[in-house]
């Protein structure tokens, strides 16, 4: 009997350091990170490692800032009151290190008003915060990407499409500036895909990885100071 007692002790303890073992391996000293949005921010048509939020933390860990791989609540063709939809349906109750928004081009392209994006981005910003324990340094908007160049919008009305998009990130930028959040403009650099294949994804629609490594080139400096500082 006493021998069973002592053998059922060792299984305990051996299964308690294994849960403690397990635990450490989602190490508390690695960054956590929320990144919301839509096609762009979930990678549509590219591989899962050519996703800009990966290659985001995989240049931090490089560099040695030890960032966990990102929580993604981001689904193609979301709109922003899709997005709210789709964090609601999470039931988010951790807050994390770093989170990032993306999100509006479908607004753009469905035709929806400026006014109803613009409320409805701020609101998705401040949840964005929230996700943040409320520690705005620790968050980061990017802007809408420019999808006139890409094969898909050359065969509809370019300029008419980079027009509304320069007047959604107009929106988002003021509302970002507004609350004193860190801003990435990379509108300039997307439009430099027009005619170069190896920047546009196979869907003639998105941009490739190698264009979402140029995006990350822009915004690995200011986050990289935001996690340092």
């Given at each position: 009997m006493i021998r069973l007692l002592l053998l059922v002790m060792a299984i305990g303890a051996c299964q308690a350091a294994d849960k403690e073992q397990t635990m450490g391996t989602t190490s508390s000293s690695e960054i956590s990170y929320l990144a919301l949005?839509?096609?762009?921010t979930i990678g549509e048509a590219v591989e899962k490692e050519e996703r800009w939020p990966i290659q985001l933390t995989r240049r931090l860990n490089d560099e040695g800032i030890a960032i966990a791989e990102p929580k993604i609540i981001a689904t193609t063709g979301w709109t922003t009151d899709e997005l709210k939809a789709g964090i609601e349906k999470e039931e988010i109750t951790d807050t994390y290190d770093m989170v990032s928004l993306l999100i509006g081009v479908n607004n753009q392209?469905?035709?929806y008003s400026l006014e109803e994006y613009e409320a409805q981005f701020e609101e998705l910003l401040s949840?964005?915060?929230?996700f943040a324990g409320k520690n705005k340094a620790r968050v980061f908007v990017v802007s809408i990407p420019d999808y006139g160049v890409t094969p898909f919008g050359q065969g509809k009305d370019p300029k008419q499409i980079g027009?509304?998009?320069?007047?959604?990130?107009?929106?988002?930028?003021?509302i970002t500036?507004?609350?004193?959040?860190?801003?990435?403009?990379?509108t300039p650099v997307s439009k430099t895909a027009l005619g170069v294949d190896d920047l546009n994804a196979s869907d003639g629609l998105h941009p490739s990885g190698k264009m979402y490594t140029q995006w990350v080139d822009i915004i690995f400096p200011g986050v990289k100071s935001?996690?340092?500082d």
């Amino acid at each position: 009997m006493i021998r069973l007692l002592l053998l059922v002790m060792a299984i305990g303890a051996c299964q308690a350091a294994d849960k403690e073992q397990t635990m450490g391996t989602t190490s508390s000293s690695e960054i956590s990170y929320l990144a919301l949005g839509d096609s762009y921010t979930i990678g549509e048509a590219v591989e899962k490692e050519e996703r800009w939020p990966i290659q985001l933390t995989r240049r931090l860990n490089d560099e040695g800032i030890a960032i966990a791989e990102p929580k993604i609540i981001a689904t193609t063709g979301w709109t922003t009151d899709e997005l709210k939809a789709g964090i609601e349906k999470e039931e988010i109750t951790d807050t994390y290190d770093m989170v990032s928004l993306l999100i509006g081009v479908n607004n753009q392209y469905r035709g929806y008003s400026l006014e109803e994006y613009e409320a409805q981005f701020e609101e998705l910003l401040s949840m964005a915060v929230g996700f943040a324990g409320k520690n705005k340094a620790r968050v980061f908007v990017v802007s809408i990407p420019d999808y006139g160049v890409t094969p898909f919008g050359q065969g509809k009305d370019p300029k008419q499409i980079g027009d509304g998009v320069d007047q959604f990130n107009e929106v988002n930028k003021a509302i970002t500036d507004s609350y004193g959040i860190q801003y990435f403009d990379i509108t300039p650099v997307s439009k430099t895909a027009l005619g170069v294949d190896d920047l546009n994804a196979s869907d003639g629609l998105h941009p490739s990885g190698k264009m979402y490594t140029q995006w990350v080139d822009i915004i690995f400096p200011g986050v990289k100071s935001m996690l340092e500082d």
